[in-house]
């Protein structure tokens, strides 16, 4: 029964996400035909996010672990752990000042509709290419030229192994941070594991832990960034359980 209740639930996914997707897909795409006017089209991709969120029975309980403030002057390259699509919609609620760019899977351009409005808000990376995967650091580049935050997943996806606590960490984000000096907004989501896995028979509606853990300033090499944050991460998905 369980099962079969699970699977209504990821039903009602589809049917929200379809929904939402049309109605307010249509102010995104105008919106974001002028670069300068992305930060009104971004007001609506938030109001997806919300729709999405809150729309499947979750919530959230944002924890700081700095006295570090996001200020909302300056762009940032947010990262957290990956281990459901529902991550996608929290760096957007967070984050009503900072208009955000997604880096994302190219694949996700194949589905109706929201393929469309993808392409206009993301970043999309082909991670079989050595050339797509290159080309995200000046596509990145040109959209904080912009204006744009960017948000980068750094485990680069969803680990198939639910027993992995935290992935291996790609390069991107924090070569991204440190050659072009923006710093690097750290945050760790707990819970969505276990309430909104992969897995469409499992999962249920609950409140999800955000811990904001710091700020690093881009002052230091990639490679150092990397550990930091991995570390940062870790520990606190360990001291959560």
């Not at 924890?63 to 909302?72: E, Q, V």
């Not at 009503?96 to 993301?122: A, D, Q, S």
């Not at 790609?170 to 707990?190: E, N, R, Y």
Request: positive net charge.
């Amino acid at each position: 029964m369980k099962k079969i209740l699970n699977y209504i639930w990821r039903g009602w996914m589809i049917i929200l996400g379809t929904v939402l997707t049309i109605v307010l897909g249509i102010p995104v795409l105008l919106l974001s035909i002028r670069k300068k006017d992305y930060k009104y089209a971004y007001q609506f991709i938030r109001l997806w996010c919300f729709g999405m969120f809150y729309g499947m029975g979750f919530r959230y309980e944002l924890k700081k672990l700095t006295d570090k403030k996001i200020d909302k002057n300056t762009q940032y390259v947010f990262i957290s752990n990956h281990t459901s699509i529902m991550d996608v919609m929290l760096p957007c609620i967070l984050m009503p000042n900072h208009p955000l760019c997604y880096v994302g899977k190219k694949e996700l351009v194949k589905i109706p509709i929201f393929g469309t409005i993808y392409k206009r808000i993301c970043v999309m990376v082909d991670r079989s290419s050595a050339k797509s995967r290159a080309d995200v650091y000046r596509r990145c580049a040109e959209r904080m030229e912009e204006g744009q935050s960017i948000v980068i997943f750094p485990e680069g996806g969803v680990p198939d192994d639910t027993s992995v606590v935290l992935d291996h960490f790609k390069d991107g984000a924090f070569i991204l941070a440190s050659k072009h000096q923006s710093p690097l907004a750290v945050f760790t989501f707990v819970g969505l594991k276990e309430m909104f896995p992969f897995d469409y028979s499992k999962g249920f509606p609950g409140k999800v832990k955000v811990y904001f853990n710091d700020i690093l300033p881009p002052d230091k090499s990639s490679s150092d960034l990397k550990a930091l944050a991995y570390s940062a991460i870790k520990k606190t998905l360990e001291n959560s359980n």
